[in-house]
């Protein structure tokens, strides 16, 4: 028997003639926007429900929910993040699933900038000149720590952090690299396909951080059929297709 089922199959199963429509609120990690709202717009026209998304880095989400903030589904960058909300009691048993997994990228501000060899003993800081690293909060947010960790690992960290621009998520990032604030900064490859005006240089050995998960889960708080509807959905190969075009790697 098949894995998966289509879109539309797949609503067909979950949802059958619903009466009403139903809202689904999602806390999704900023780097699944342009992703996610392709998605959700073809849950909507499928199943008349309507899915209202709130983006933003997984820690600041993961402390929202754990304030009590009404959220029916959780998307986080980083299992950690997952696994406090869970700690908490506030995933349903048996409703996580590792979605997505993606790959860490240094990129340049424009479109022809020259690779680079990212390795032991390169010349990150020379390259930056008087310019930027831009990167989400290094601390907290989880492309930050991915980043921090890789340049640690690579032994480049000292030398480029007091010139490295944090901001308060992966899209914030990136941002300041497409307009030009920020000559360089390290993003998710996801986030580099659906930037304008940058490119990807490098991307950083998978052995120089943690493997990069992308879980979801359908959290205490979700009362509708179509909440669980939409987690599912997310499994569903028209969604896989959508994730994989914006350079997720699928793991569900």
């Known amino acids: 028997m098949p894995r998966r089922f289509g879109l539309a199959a797949l609503m067909g199963l979950s949802l059958a003639a619903p009466a009403r429509a139903e809202e689904v609120v999602v806390f999704a990690a900023a780097s699944l926007k342009t992703a996610l709202d392709e998605i959700a717009a073809e849950f909507r026209a ?12 997984s820690n600041h989400l993961a402390q929202q929910i754990l304030q009590g903030a009404p ?3 959780f998307l986080s960058s980083a299992v950690n993040w997952m696994d406090v909300v869970e700690a908490a009691g506030l995933v349903v048993p048996g409703q996580r699933r590792d979605l997505l997994g993606n ?21 990150l800081a020379g390259l930056l000149g008087d310019g930027w690293l831009s990167m989400a909060m290094v601390d907290a947010v989880p492309a930050g720590q991915y980043g921090k960790a890789a340049l640690q690992a690579l032994g480049l960290w000292e030398a480029v952090a007091p010139q490295v621009a944090q901001s308060e998520n992966v ?3 990136l941002a300041l690299v497409a307009t030009g604030e920020a000559p360089y900064g390290i993003v998710y490859a996801s986030d580099a396909v659906a930037g304008e005006a940058v490119t990807v240089v490098a991307e950083f050995p998978e052995g120089s951080h ?17 909440d669980a509807a939409f987690l599912n ?3 569903s190969e ?6 994989a075009a914006q350079g997720f790697k699928i793991l569900n």
Do not use: C, K
């Open 103 to 123: 790959r860490l990228v240094l990129i340049a501000h424009g479109t022809g900038a020259a690779a680079v060899n990212l390795e032991p003993g390169f010349d």
């Open 210 to 226: 943690a493997p990069i998960v992308f879980p979801a889960a359908l959290l205490t708080g979700a009362a509708d059929a179509a």
């Open 171 to 173: 899209r914030a990032a």
């Open 71 to 73: 959220a029916d589904i």
């Open 46 to 57: 499928e199943t008349g429900h309507e899915v209202v998304i709130s983006y933003a880095g």
């Open 238 to 243: 028209a969604a896989d297709a959508t994730f």
């Open 233 to 235: 959905a997310l499994s």
